[in-house]
Antibody, heavy 120, light 108 residues
Framework: EVQLVESGGNLVQPGGSLRLSCAAS????????MNWVRQAPGKGLEWVAN????????NYVDSVKGRFTISRDNAKNSLYLQMNSLRAEDTAVYYC?????????????WGQGTLVTVSS | EIVLTQSPATLSLSPGERATLSCRAS??????LAWYQQKPGQAPRLLIY???NRATGIPARFSGSGSGTDFTLTISSLEPEDFAVYYC??????????FGQGTKLEIK
């Protein structure tokens, strides 16, 4: 059974940093692209970043470029999101989502999310 | 960036009725469109990918159609568990992948 478990969400002040983690199990982690998708309170979904199976390619939405860094540790079956220079508009539930074998941009499994709140 | 516009914003129907949800793209995404269902307090769930392919374990009452800029998700006969928010998402031109703003399907 595929499982994705996010952690690391917290309350942080504007300008602060946070590192999110996603522990994956139940599938061959090293084979798949992985993604972060966020959802602000009461709002829709926004794709944030993705990373190729071997970490060779990374992509970001413009609003987080230069502030967020996606990474993975295939030996630990883990995905990460380092978030720096956080802003109020980064407040959201952050989901880890697995890309499907058919295509990286089909999100076939999701974690339950971790809440990041940016506020003073 | 491709903008996806979903309509209607809210759809009020009764169990057993047919639901038709629309998603329009600001430019062609070919057939690279997916649909997700999200219930309150839960993560999204993949329903349909590449416009018309049901994901693993998705009931046959869910179907998708369309290509280019206009897409439809149809639920042939609503079950009580189908009332949720539905999002479309494109991978035809990325980054970024983009989502529609959602359609809330509520019980009438």
């Amino acid at each position: 059974e595929v499982q994705l478990v996010e952690s690391g969400g917290n309350l942080v002040q504007p300008g602060g940093s946070l590192r999110l983690s996603c522990a994956a199990s139940g599938f061959s982690f090293t084979t798949y692209w992985m993604n972060w998708v966020r959802q602000a309170p009461g709002k829709g979904l926004e794709w944030v970043a993705n990373i190729q199976h071997d970490g060779g390619e990374k992509n970001y939405v413009d609003s987080v470029k230069g502030r967020f860094t996606i990474s993975r540790d295939n030996a630990k079956n883990s995905l990460y999101l380092q978030m720096n220079s956080l802003r109020a508009e980064d407040t959201a539930v952050y989901y880890c989502a697995k890309g499907s074998i058919a295509a990286a941009g089909i999100f076939d499994y999701w974690g339950q999310g971790t809440l990041v709140t940016v506020s003073s | 960036e491709i903008v996806l516009t979903q309509s209607p914003a809210t759809l009020s129907l009764s169990p057993g009725e047919r639901a038709t949800l629309s998603c329009r793209a600001s430019q062609s995404v070919r057939s690279y469109l997916a649909w997700y269902q999200q219930k309150p307090g839960q993560a999204p769930r993949l329903l349909i990918y590449d416009a018309s392919n049901r994901a693993t374990g998705i009931p046959a009452r869910f179907s998708g159609s369309g290509s280019g800029t206009d897409f439809t998700l149809t639920i042939s006969s609503l079950e009580p568990e189908d009332f949720a928010v539905y999002y479309c998402q494109q991978r035809g031109s990325w980054p970024p992948y983009t989502f529609g703003q959602g359609t809330k399907l509520e019980i009438k």
